[in-house]
């Protein structure tokens, strides 16, 4: 397969009229003494050794031409979402998260309104509505712990889960006497993420702004960010991993696995996850997992930085009824 090649004369190229939906930079060839920059207005794909000097100027860095197929596919099924996922990567790189959490519901608001999202909606019609989610929450001296619990739909987050997620990680904000903060999930799994039944409801994107800027729950973790605790088991996908890699500290079950699909959908991870991910694992390997929209394993995850500890531990693993899936 041939791939979009990216050549020094290109990077002061006028791109205006230019289509290609990502560019390759060959490291075995390309000139050291070349820096990649400026980087064009799309996504830049280094292929080559990760010990190249300029292997981190790129977007993403991968060893081998294997990895690109893909990420050509998912890239070329959502350009324009592509785009500005990488250019906010691109711009929040070190910016303070809060204000870092302000630009992502900005750019997410943009897609939300973007034809590549309104044809996924077309597609993907609303599920049946199924019970309202819900945080079961318990004090133990210094430690509050709270349980996302909504088995049923695989702790989908829905209205009421993300409002109860925040008040809930308010509440430690406004007790001093409160050290720890202990989020799990009932259930076979940590959380599907936001409850897809609820994409495309809020059709106004200034007024989605407006929401997320006051109840997602990543702005309430954030001021004492350090003092949470998450522990994962099963699926963690989009918006569950996105506020829970906030956590001063996470850990998973050995059957957890992660996944960002949002790109796939026409959008990127509008949950904090643009900002709580690179943080974590830096942006070359979030900007891999968001592009490609790939499970990552325990194993992986913590070899990438993205958990801090595998712990297999009944009292954690509040397994609930077999809901299947």
């Known amino acids: 397969m041939t791939y979009h090649r990216l050549e020094p004369w290109m990077l002061n190229a006028d791109w205006r009229h230019d289509d290609r939906p990502f560019v390759v930079v060959d490291l075995t060839t390309w000139p050291g003494a070349v820096p990649l920059d400026p980087l064009p207005p799309i996504p830049v794909i280094a292929v080559g050794s990760p010990l190249h000097p300029l292997a981190e100027q790129a977007d993403i860095q991968i060893e081998t031409d294997l990895t690109l197929v893909s990420l050509e596919t998912a890239i070329r099924k959502s350009p324009l979402a592509a785009w500005v996922l990488i250019d906010l990567l691109r711009a929040t790189a070190g910016m303070e998260p809060s204000r870092a959490l302000t630009c992502e519901s900005l750019a997410f608001a943009a897609l939300q309104s973007g034809w590549e999202h309104r044809n996924w909606l077309k597609v993907h019609s609303s599920a049946n509505p199924m019970s309202e989610g819900r945080v079961l929450t318990e004090r133990d001296g210094d430690v509050l712990n709270i349980a996302v619990d909504r088995p049923g739909a695989r702790n989908a987050i829905d209205r009421s889960l993300r409002d109860a997620l925040f008040d809930a990680c308010s509440l430690a904000n406004l007790d001093p006497s409160i050290h ?67 956590a001063g500290r996470v850990t998973a079950s050995s059957d957890a696995w992660f996944q960002l699909p949002e790109l796939g959908m026409g959008i990127l991870p509008g949950a904090g996850g643009c900002v709580s991910v690179p943080r974590r694992i830096g942006r070359q390997r979030a900007a891999l997992m968001m592009l490609s929209g790939r499970r990552i394993d325990a194993r992986s995850a913590l070899d990438w930085g993205l958990i801090d500890a595998i712990v297999d531990d009944p009292a954690l693993d509040h397994r609930g009824p077999d809901i299947g899936g």
């Open 180 to 246: 720890i903060v202990r989020i799990t999930a009932t259930g076979r799994c940590f959380g599907v993420g936001a409850d897809l039944s609820e994409f495309g409801t809020t059709d106004d994107p200034p007024r989605a702004h407006f929401i997320r800027s006051r109840t997602l729950p990543a702005r309430a973790i954030l001021p004492r960010a350090s003092i949470y605790e998450v522990h994962v088991r099963g699926a963690c996908i989009g918006a569950s991993l996105e506020f829970a890699a906030f």
